[in-house]
């Protein structure tokens, strides 16, 4: 029952180790030089799973702001009246983000020296934006683009890796390894 | 200006490439002068860089005016400095080299090879001078990607141990961002000075997931830079490439991964963690003397040239690991400058093959044969990197191994001393045999035909483009050598902020 | 290769669910990755600093703009990558083992009526992604592939050289040059400006509005480059993967 409840706090994680493990296991055991191509998807695709259950959490929603939050209090501003949004609090929000800015640095190098300092500016700019932005609403924005690039990269290692065993495929006319192999003994 | 050097490093061949790739459609001919006029401002820019770096200590240069952990930084210190200068020199040199056989053996194809060349060099200076473990991971694959195409261009066998890299290569990188992984969920960060502070201070040492992160990232990293029982894909690829792809290929990528690997034990999680937490130094050295053992065995039973050459880099991975896991302050100095003077050498007989490749068309050692008559100069810059290899002073490689050796004695490591001199004592016997054929033309008695013979008669001295970075390589192999006292005050200079003279046991 | 598959498996598996005991649970808000002040400066932070509501490109385009330049890189290199190992220039070579012969007949009217409505509709929706990235999810990668897409679509539907007509091999390897050029343009107008690479904030010397504006509106460029440059290889994998190199028939 323990192990059950420990498999159901951490679903995901268990989850990405499975596949990861079928993936890994394709890379290594299989003949097929395709079916090793889609293991590695799967691995990647594993390790991207992994990363975005890091950025989850109860509750909270995807990392976008709500439009009053962006906009501060201009219910009726559509997308097309961004610009006008903008103008009319670029003063509060400028003066804002300066000291914000600066406290953040000061943060940056100084680290929980100034956690109080930063707290009590956040309430103060919250006030006379009368919209609150909490970290706990929020999924971790981090982990997205994290995984965005590694999308990437498993697309273009993809794209090479078929790349390569059309080659082989033209050259040997088999996307077998122990045939190809066979081939390069006998026929050199 | 020369607080922007960092960012030109990497600007100048990154954006070459791209030009490479648009010029060189229309004019083949420009690729050439392109490239290498990119990569010698990379190298005034990475020289300017390790100026600085030696006057006024390490450089935090902030991407995008974020201060970090918000941003990315580059953070160079003594160690990234040093290596990124031997990158792109090292990078230079191949590139004047190419100039005849990458439209040899790659026709029609000239323009993407050099910019796949430049992406490759880019990405690996992205390793050397970034601080940022998650854009570590991106410039690795960088590198990964053109290295595999790099490799995939050449002959039908090229393809075969191509495929095999990416998978191995595709294994390597996914631990290392595993790795990463499990370092951002334990600390929330991902800049390494940051990681390292955060372990500390919130005393994550004894945490399992931080002891299965150094796992996977160091097993990650050694897949990459092919440590011994991980080696499979390295000889293959490095001997069926097109002599430029091994060219840069062989002293530059795996040197790039053990730079990795130190900046990840040493920076990120502490010699205090890697060296005395886990205490596995015996282990991990009696790993690297197989390594060293092994390669060198392997190197022996060759009689493809460029093959040797392959299991001999690596016997050397072998020295860098076992020197780096001696945990002590000379051991770590030795695989430091090791990284830096193998790379010269590993060029140096590399060039020396693919002249030889070049010239002759074959690939067996039995080519050699009456060398010194044909090619004198091409010999004397050959007898230079076999020196060092070998280590005979007052070549660079003697220094390097003096260091490593007695990095092994202050620790008491003595079968890595041993593994290390008998390596040396195995690459004695290679060179000379390789001399011997060159000076005696020594055939063996079966009469090996490798129908070549009327092309021999024809063989002369190599052409400038071929002769002069092999002749600088063998020159800045000697300068390294004599300067090496400067080479090693800069290297203690980095290392001296770990306090690893406390830190061992 | 399977005994060594299995052991090699069973081992990272162990290790790996080792420390999976000692992962925060799933979900859990307090736990140190979101609980820090790296992830709650990119939530709290960002509509101060950059006025992008959607955090992830805010991330992506700016604090970590550096990665995503090279993020746009590995694209570009897969394309050269790919053009470098199969592309067969010159008159077509017959391979040792041919592939193949597919039904080339005149593609019937169903499926050709569906492209001709579907493809303006995917481009549309591919630019509204690419331009609305600032407010919901979307930007250059998710566009371009979409914008790709249609592009693949065409060649699917009718034959590659009618896709090559829109786009031919020279065009689409100077579209994603041009993707890469807007990206790091970006940055080397920094660089001539004074400051470091990348950093927007001073790009307001050419842009409208105050520094954060810059960054604004700075990331919408970066992303209309990100966009070019994906477009255009992910046109380029397909069609050099689909015809093996030689640029003729396609699937």
Request: some cysteine.
């Amino acid at each position: 029952m323990e192990l059950l409840q420990s498999i159901a706090d951490s679903f995901n994680y268990w989850i990405y180790i499975i596949l990861m493990m079928i993936g890994l296991y394709a890379l290594v055991a299989k003949n097929n030089l395709v079916k090793k191509l889609i293991g590695m998807s799967i691995f990647q695709t594993a390790i991207i799973l992994f990363y975005v259950s890091i950025g989850y959490k109860d509750g909270a929603t995807i990392p976008i702001l709500y439009e009053h939050q962006a906009h501060h209090g201009h219910h009726d501003a559509g997308h097309g009246d961004a610009e006008d949004a903008h103008h009319d609090v670029e003063h509060a929000v400028e003066e804002a983000a300066k000291e914000i800015h600066a406290v953040a640095e000061d943060h940056a190098d100084g680290h929980d020296a100034h956690a109080d300092d930063h707290d009590t500016l956040v309430d103060s700019h919250d006030a006379h934006t009368s919209s609150a932005i909490h970290a706990e609403d929020f999924a971790n924005p981090l982990v997205h683009v994290l995984m965005l690039t590694a999308i990437v990269v498993g697309v273009a290692t993809l794209g090479v890796g078929l790349a390569i065993t059309q080659k082989l495929y033209g050259e040997f006319g088999s996307i077998e390894e122990s045939e190809i192999i066979e081939q390069i003994r006998t026929g050199k | 200006m020369t607080e922007q050097a960092p960012i030109f490093i990497l600007l100048f061949p990154f954006l070459t490439a791209v030009i490479v790739a648009l010029v060189g459609l229309r004019h083949k001919s420009l690729s050439w002068p392109l490239t290498l006029v990119s990569l010698g401002a990379s190298v005034c820019a990475s020289l300017s860089t390790l100026a600085q770096v030696v006057e006024h200590g390490p450089i935090r240069y902030k991407l995008g005016g974020w201060s970090p952990p918000f941003g990315i930084e580059f953070h160079i210190d003594g160690l990234s400095a040093l290596v990124a200068v031997t990158v792109s020199v090292v990078a230079l040199l191949t590139a004047i080299y190419s100039k005849d056989n990458v439209d040899a053996e790659t026709p029609d194809k000239s323009s993407q090879y050099y910019s796949l060349f430049l992406l490759l060099v880019s990405g690996l200076l992205g390793i050397v001078i970034t601080g940022d473990a998650f854009n570590l991971y991106v410039m690795l694959e960088v590198a990964a990607l053109t290295s595999y195409a790099l490799i995939a261009m050449g002959n039908k066998r090229a393809s075969l141990a191509a495929f095999k890299y990416l998978i191995m290569g595709t294994i390597g990188a996914s631990f290392y961002l595993l790795g990463v992984g499990y370092l951002y969920i334990k600390t929330g960060s991902l800049n390494m000075l940051d990681i390292r502070e955060i372990l500390e201070t919130a005393g994550l040492f004894n945490s399992p997931t931080i002891l299965v992160a150094f796992i996977l990232i160091t097993v990650g990293v050694w897949i990459k830079m092919a440590f011994f029982p991980l080696h499979s894909w390295l000889p293959n690829c490095y001997a069926f490439a097109p002599t430029t792809s091994s060219n840069i290929m062989a002293p530059l990528v795996t040197k790039v991964m053990i730079y990795v690997m130190v900046r990840m034990v040493l920076t990120v999680f502490g010699p205090n963690y890697a060296f005395e937490i886990l205490d596995w130094e015996n282990i991990v050295v009696w790993l690297a003397v197989i390594a060293i053992l092994a390669g060198s065995i392997g190197a022996l039973a060759q009689k493809d040239l460029r093959k040797m050459l392959t299991f001999l880099i690596i016997a050397e991975v072998g020295y860098m690991v076992g020197g780096l896991w001696l945990a002590d302050e000379t051991g770590i100095t030795g695989t430091i400058f090791h990284i830096i003077s193998d790379a010269f050498m590993t060029l140096c007989v590399f060039l020396f093959a693919g002249i030889v490749f070049a010239k002759t068309g074959a690939r067996d050692i039995y080519a050699l044969e009456g060398m010194f008559k044909k090619m004198p100069l091409t010999m004397v810059g050959f007898l230079v990197g076999a020196f060092s290899l070998i280590g005979i002073p007052p070549t660079a490689g003697f220094f390097s191994k003096w260091y490593l050796v007695q990095g092994g004695i202050n620790s008491g490591n003595w079968e890595y001393v041993v593994a290390l001199l008998i390596s040396s004592l195995i690459n004695a016997v290679l060179f000379f045999r390789l001399i011997e054929i060159a000076y005696f033309g020594k055939k063996p008695a079966e009469g090996h035909d490798h129908h070549h013979g009327d092309d021999h008669a024809k063989v002369s001295e190599a052409s400038f483009t071929m002769l002069l970075p092999l002749l600088s390589t063998a020159a800045i192999l000697i300068v390294i050598g004599l300067y090496n006292k400067e080479l090693v005050s800069v290297i203690q200079d980095f290392l001296s902020q770990f306090n690893l003279a406390t830190s061992i046991r | 290769m399977k005994i060594l598959g299995i052991i090699t498996v069973i081992i990272t598996g162990f290790l790996l669910l080792q420390a999976e005991r000692d992962f925060p649970d799933w979900g859990d808000a307090a736990s140190p990755a979101s609980d820090n002040r790296l992830s709650q400066h990119y939530i709290t932070e960002t509509i101060n600093e950059t006025r992008v509501s959607n955090m992830v490109t805010a991330v992506l385009a700016d604090y970590r703009g550096y990665d995503t330049m090279f993020e746009t890189v590995v694209i570009f290199t897969a394309g050269i990558a790919i053009i470098g190992i199969l592309r067969v220039y010159g008159p077509s070579t017959k391979l040792e083992h041919p592939e193949p012969t597919l039904d080339t007949e005149k593609p019937d009217l169903i499926i050709e009526t569906t492209c001709r409505l579907l493809i303006p509709i995917i481009q549309l929706f591919a630019l509204y992604v690419i331009a609305h990235g600032h407010y919901s999810p979307g930007g250059g990668f998710q566009g371009g592939v979409i914008f790709g897409a249609a592009f693949i679509l065409l060649a699917l539907a009718r034959d590659l050289q009618t896709a090559q007509k829109w786009v031919p091999e020279n065009r689409v390897l100077n579209l994603a040059a041009i993707g890469i050029f807007i990206y790091a343009g970006h940055g080397v107008l920094s660089l001539i400006f004074g400051e470091n690479f990348l950093d927007y904030s001073i790009l307001t010397k050419v842009l409208p509005g105050d520094a954060i504006d810059a960054r604004y509106h700075s990331m919408l460029g970066v992303e209309i480059g990100v966009a070019f440059t994906v477009t255009a290889i992910m046109f380029s994998i397909y069609s050099n993967l689909a015809s093996n190199g030689k640029m003729e028939e396609g699937i």
